[in-house]
Nanobody
Framework: VQLQAFGGGLVQTGGSLRLSCAAS????????MGWFRQAPGKEREFVAT????????YYADSVKGRFTISRDNAKNTVYLQMNTLKPEDTAVYYC????????????????WGQGTLVTVSS
């Protein structure tokens, strides 16, 4: 599976962005999809995950209620809608694909896309 994330950019505190991740190469709906992020000087952290069907989701506490993960299997794309952004959301965001039902840890994802940078100004 090849993954390409895009949609990052510069936004003010309280603003919104939608990230997209386009997949190719395998049957997209066979894979759970996740978003991770890595801030400067910090380790990569889990953000959200969604099952292959889209029927199940899970979020990190830090983004719950502000971010929404969704997918369109007809378009082989997963999205991350980010609302009420905060400066601490500044990071490079990565999408990933895994074969478990609802993977949560980085090691459970087999395929990774390149990151897209999100910068939230205060």
């Amino acid at each position: 599976v090849q993954l390409q994330a895009f949609g990052g950019g510069l936004v003010q505190t309280g603003g919104s962005l939608r990230l997209s991740c386009a997949a190719s190469g395998r049957t997209f709906s066979n894979y759970a999809m996740g978003w991770f992020r890595q801030a400067p000087g910090k380790e990569r952290e889990f953000v959200a995950t969604i099952t292959g069907s889209g029927g199940g989701t899970y979020y990190a506490d830090s983004v719950k209620g502000r971010f929404t993960i969704s997918r369109d299997n007809a378009k082989n794309t997963v999205y991350l809608q980010m609302n009420t952004l905060k400066p601490e959301d500044t990071a490079v965001y990565y999408c990933a694909a895994g074969s478990k039902l609802l993977p949560l840890r980085a090691g459970e994802f087999r395929y990774w896309g390149q990151g897209t940078l999100v910068t939230v100004s205060s």
